[in-house]
């Protein structure tokens, strides 16, 4: 019998918004990437712009690694009807980016 995939993907956010709960937060979107180049890179050009602009800016910006739950016909579903908290089996901050 085959096993649905568990996907590892790479995201970005400011130290402002760490925590389990920003997973929850359907207002906040979040870009998701397949890899963490890719990921690394879209961070640092908004590193740039935020290092730009003169609003209040966060120290720092961290690349996280997600890795998912089992993606079977039911996470899908969850992940549609209720965000991308319930796909997340456990994340961790691979680094950390000052903006300044």
Do not use: K
Not at 44 to 72: F, G, K, N, S
Not at 80 to 98: M, P, R, S, W
Request: glycine letters at 4%; aromatic letters at 6%.
């Amino acid at each position: 019998m085959q096993m649905a995939p568990i996907l590892t993907l790479y995201t970005y956010t400011t130290t402002a918004h760490l925590g389990e709960g920003r997973w929850n937060d359907r207002d906040r979107p979040d870009q998701f990437f397949e890899d963490v180049e890719s990921a690394r890179r879209d961070l640092l050009e908004v590193r740039a712009e935020i290092a730009e602009d003169e609003e209040p800016v966060p120290t720092a910006i961290c690349l996280e690694r997600i890795e998912t739950v089992p993606m079977t016909e039911s996470a899908i579903l969850a992940l549609l009807n209720d965000g991308i908290g319930a796909i997340v089996h456990h994340y961790e901050i691979i680094e950390t980016i000052d903006v300044a």
